[in-house]
């Protein structure tokens, strides 16, 4: 099965962000890809404004994810990303959406609110509370995580002890001193932790590093972006997961109870 992340900077109004997400999609899925992740928090960004994306918060029936289901509509292909959908009044929750087939098949807010290096997503995010439920494509069980989630190897863990073969992680890593290098190192982390493919997809600009990545089982790095707009692309497999696991069956070996996250 073929994956890919896209990655793009995100820009201040929504209309220009749904139409760079719809031609990631069309470029994808043109090239056979079945499973896309796009990177987080897609409705708007500006640096001046670190509020604006969820000023501008839509509800999944807004107008960002109908031009996307437009597009999903067209063809097979699983798309994942994510955008602020309202909460109470002034606040959001952090949502990943994953669409089919111009449908929305899964949601999931994220969990782990970015509280950590002078940022604090809580001031105007709410944390959600349920891991979501694993997606099937094409018999492929992929578990949904976002961008900070990467620093909390538990939920990483749960989602692979369901069953989980990939993990997604649409994200938008800030950068900082020595933040590539959390990247690139929690990613390999997280793979071989779980004994999962990952597919990172990082929003690029002044922000953020971009640098989305799809790694395999094995914390290899099969795939990666730098720090402009990108489509990268990978092939995945089951079996691949299955003979990474008979030499490194860290799931079975394991010595304590599953974690109780929630």
Known sequence: MLVAAGQ????????????????????????????????????????RDPDLSVKSAQLLEGGFLRCLLRESARNTMT?????????????????????????????YAKLHLYDAFSIQESRSVDAGDTIAPLLDVEGIKVGLMTCYDLRFPELALALALQGADILVLPAAWVRGALKEHHWATLLAARAL????????????GNKNIGQ???????????????????LIMAEVS?????????????????????????
């Open 212 to 230: 989305s990545r799809i790694v395999d089982p094995f914390g290899v790095t099969v795939a990666a972006a730098a720090e402009t707009p990108a």
């Open 8 to 47: 793009f900077a995100v820009a201040s109004v929504w209309e220009k962000n749904a139409e760079t997400c719809v031609s990631l999609m069309s470029q994808a899925a043109e090239n056979g890809v079945s499973l896309l992740v796009l990177p987080e928090a897609l409705l708007a960004r500006d640096d």
């Open 79 to 107: 798309t994942i990303l994510t955008i602020h959908v309202p909460s109470t009044p002034g606040r959001a929750f952090n949502m990943q959406v994953a669409l089919c087939e111009g449908k929305i098949v899964a949601h």
């Open 193 to 204: 932790d779980s004994t999962c493919y990952i597919v990172a997809a990082g929003e690029c």
């Open 238 to 262: 089951a079996e691949r997961v299955r003979q990474v696991r008979a030499q490194l069956p860290v799931l079975r070996n394991r010595r304590f109870a599953p974690p109780q996250l929630l």
